[in-house]
């Protein structure tokens, strides 16, 4: 089995029947989050790399068909359609490390709609996790104020893969390092560990672990202080380190208790010890609040290492993430279900300094002194340009930072900017509105035998200032 069988039996059922009807034109879905998680004042773009990588090897083969099949408990003849299947679209999409509000599309595809269809879950699984998850670590890079934070998740991520993707977002946001291995040595990031609490309890003494540990490691270490009793560790490990002279760059890591009252100490006794160039580093249950309340309290803490509460983003593990259709065969498309409506046609986000961003219908002409956050990454179903490096979007992160307003970035009750939709895209979403509520109303009035397939509503495409987007979409239903 390929990575198509990855999905969804309802994804499986609809692209056998939009195949067997002969539905095969261009669809549009748009990935979008409806309202950001409580606590959140923005959200930052990730798993488009993930993505792209599914869908340039997408390829439904026998194996997978006959794997549908035995699902399904059909023949795989009755599925031999899907075999060959493979992605052709165009994607558009913000790329990595830009920051994303509510309701502004992460990602677009078009392609014949079986493929758009089957695609779905995959990637609306890479964009909605890896896009928590990043926006959790941004937030802690913003609450350690320029102090290093380092990715201690792997051990309770929700699987490798996701440990794997904690450590890369972790570096794209900002963080220093990362304690998994194969992130480190597959992306190029600093590998960052200590000791575990069994190495200093598999010697007779807490000094004797210091030094087996500092005379295998030579160089800068990190010793665990808290094992037992944590000002005692403290004095040992200053012991230790000025026995051994291995002071500069080393540090010292509390795990547990008072963090910022253990820290205060443990600089006392290191800078009595003639040792203020050792380090105190921090772990044990932190994330973006635990934070921003020792930096806040100036605690003497010099690096935060983060794991399990922003490996699984503990306060918000999931987005209200949504991939809906917009467009089919040139006709735009709504959902108009209670609190769940779509906004229809395809779109373009246009960030504009000193104004909300706006939500324009994508052939409109941009405002001005605005940019677009939708790029074209991936034509006939190959990327258009070589995987983004992490410094990259580190850097598109930082400048879309700096641009937020403060009430957004506060750790403790932010403030989200809103995006506003264009007059143009206001009036196509009015227009369809209306017109699948007329033909709603006829086929309850007519019955069955009158159904309104196939009816065509012109104007519901056609805004004011748009006589020939209209005639060129058609139909609304």
């Given at each position: 089995m390929s990575d198509a069988t990855t999905t969804d039996?309802?994804?499986?059922?609809?692209?056998?029947?939009?195949?067997?009807?002969?539905?095969?034109?261009p669809a549009t879905f748009s990935l979008f989050v409806r309202d950001l998680p409580p606590g959140r004042g923005f959200l930052v773009s990730a798993g488009l790399e993930s993505a792209l990588d599914f869908l340039s090897t997408f390829h439904i083969g026998p194996e997978d068909t006959r794997t549908f099949a035995e699902v399904l408990h059909r023949p795989p003849s009755d599925l031999a359609a899907l075999t060959g299947l493979e992605f052709t679209g165009e994607v558009r999409a913000v790329p990595e490390g830009r920051v994303v509000l509510a309701g502004e599309p992460l990602l677009e595809i078009t392609a014949p709609l079986p493929q758009a269809q089957l695609v779905e879950t995959y990637v609306l699984n890479q964009l909605s996790h890896q896009t928590a998850i990043a926006s959790k670590a941004a937030r802690c890079v913003l609450a350690a104020a320029g102090r290093p934070v380092v990715d201690f998740s792997l051990r309770r991520t929700h699987g490798p893969e996701a440990g794997f993707q904690c450590a890369r977002l972790g570096a794209m946001t900002g963080f220093a390092g990362t304690s998994n291995v194969a992130a480190a040595a597959a992306?190029?990031?600093?590998?960052?560990?200590?000791?575990?609490?069994?190495?200093?309890?598999?010697?007779?003494?807490?000094?004797?672990?210091?030094?087996a540990f500092a005379r295998t490691?030579?160089?800068?270490?990190?010793?665990?202080?808290?094992?037992?009793?944590?000002?005692?560790g403290v004095r040992t490990a200053a012991r230790v380190l000025s026995d051994l002279e291995c002071g500069p760059g080393s540090a010292v890591r509390l795990d547990s208790g008072d963090l910022g009252a253990l820290a205060a100490r443990a600089r006392t006794i290191l800078d009595g010890a003639g040792l203020p160039e050792v380090r105190i580093v921090a772990s044990?249950?932190?994330?973006?609040?635990?934070?921003?309340?020792?930096?806040?309290?100036?605690?003497?803490?010099?690096?935060?290492?983060?794991?399990?509460?922003?490996?699984?983003?503990?306060?918000?593990?999931?987005?209200?993430?949504?991939?809906?259709?917009?467009?089919?065969?040139?006709?735009?498309?709504?959902?108009?279900?209670?609190?769940?409506?779509?906004?229809?046609?395809?779109k373009q986000v246009y960030r504009r300094p000193g104004h909300p961003d706006l939500i324009a219908l994508s052939d409109e002409p941009p405002p001005p002194h605005s940019v677009?956050?939708?790029?074209?990454?991936?034509?006939?179903?190959?990327?258009?340009?070589?995987?983004?490096?992490?410094?990259?979007?580190?850097?598109?992160?930082?400048?879309?930072?700096?641009?937020?307003?403060h009430s957004a970035r506060l750790i403790e009750h932010p403030i989200?900017?809103?995006?506003?939709?264009?007059?143009?895209?206001?009036?196509?979403?009015?227009?369809?509105?209306?017109?699948?509520?007329?033909?709603?109303?006829?086929?309850?009035?007519?019955?069955?035998?009158?159904?309104?397939?196939?009816?065509?509503?012109?104007q519901a495409a056609a805004g004011p200032d748009r006589p020939e987007q209209g005639r060129r979409r058609g139909s609304c239903l």
């Amino acid at each position: 089995m390929s990575d198509a069988t990855t999905t969804d039996l309802y994804e499986v059922t609809m692209a056998t029947a939009y195949l067997e009807e002969g539905m095969t034109a261009p669809a549009t879905f748009s990935l979008f989050v409806r309202d950001l998680p409580p606590g959140r004042g923005f959200l930052v773009s990730a798993g488009l790399e993930s993505a792209l990588d599914f869908l340039s090897t997408f390829h439904i083969g026998p194996e997978d068909t006959r794997t549908f099949a035995e699902v399904l408990h059909r023949p795989p003849s009755d599925l031999a359609a899907l075999t060959g299947l493979e992605f052709t679209g165009e994607v558009r999409a913000v790329p990595e490390g830009r920051v994303v509000l509510a309701g502004e599309p992460l990602l677009e595809i078009t392609a014949p709609l079986p493929q758009a269809q089957l695609v779905e879950t995959y990637v609306l699984n890479q964009l909605s996790h890896q896009t928590a998850i990043a926006s959790k670590a941004a937030r802690c890079v913003l609450a350690a104020a320029g102090r290093p934070v380092v990715d201690f998740s792997l051990r309770r991520t929700h699987g490798p893969e996701a440990g794997f993707q904690c450590a890369r977002l972790g570096a794209m946001t900002g963080f220093a390092g990362t304690s998994n291995v194969a992130a480190a040595a597959a992306c190029g990031l600093p590998a960052i560990g200590t000791m575990a609490h069994s190495f200093v309890e598999a010697f007779a003494s807490e000094e004797e672990a210091f030094r087996a540990f500092a005379r295998t490691h030579p160089g800068p270490v990190t010793l665990l202080v808290d094992t037992y009793d944590t000002e005692r560790g403290v004095r040992t490990a200053a012991r230790v380190l000025s026995d051994l002279e291995c002071g500069p760059g080393s540090a010292v890591r509390l795990d547990s208790g008072d963090l910022g009252a253990l820290a205060a100490r443990a600089r006392t006794i290191l800078d009595g010890a003639g040792l203020p160039e050792v380090r105190i580093v921090a772990s044990g249950s932190l994330d973006e609040y635990a934070v921003d309340r020792l930096v806040r309290s100036e605690s003497p803490i010099d690096i935060y290492a983060v794991g399990t509460r922003v490996g699984v983003s503990a306060d918000a593990p999931y987005l209200d993430s949504a991939y809906k259709m917009v467009q089919y065969d040139g006709r735009p498309v709504m959902k108009l279900s209670a609190a769940k409506v779509t906004a229809p046609g395809p779109k373009q986000v246009y960030r504009r300094p000193g104004h909300p961003d706006l939500i324009a219908l994508s052939d409109e002409p941009p405002p001005p002194h605005s940019v677009p956050l939708l790029e074209t990454v991936m034509r006939h179903g190959q990327r258009t340009a070589p995987r983004a490096a992490l410094q990259e979007c580190r850097e598109r992160l930082t400048a879309d930072l700096t641009e937020l307003p403060h009430s957004a970035r506060l750790i403790e009750h932010p403030i989200a900017p809103k995006a506003v939709p264009s007059a143009s895209l206001t009036a196509l979403t009015q227009q369809v509105r209306d017109c699948l509520r007329v033909l709603s109303a006829t086929d309850v009035h007519t019955g069955p035998a009158s159904s309104s397939a196939g009816r065509s509503c012109p104007q519901a495409a056609a805004g004011p200032d748009r006589p020939e987007q209209g005639r060129r979409r058609g139909s609304c239903l």
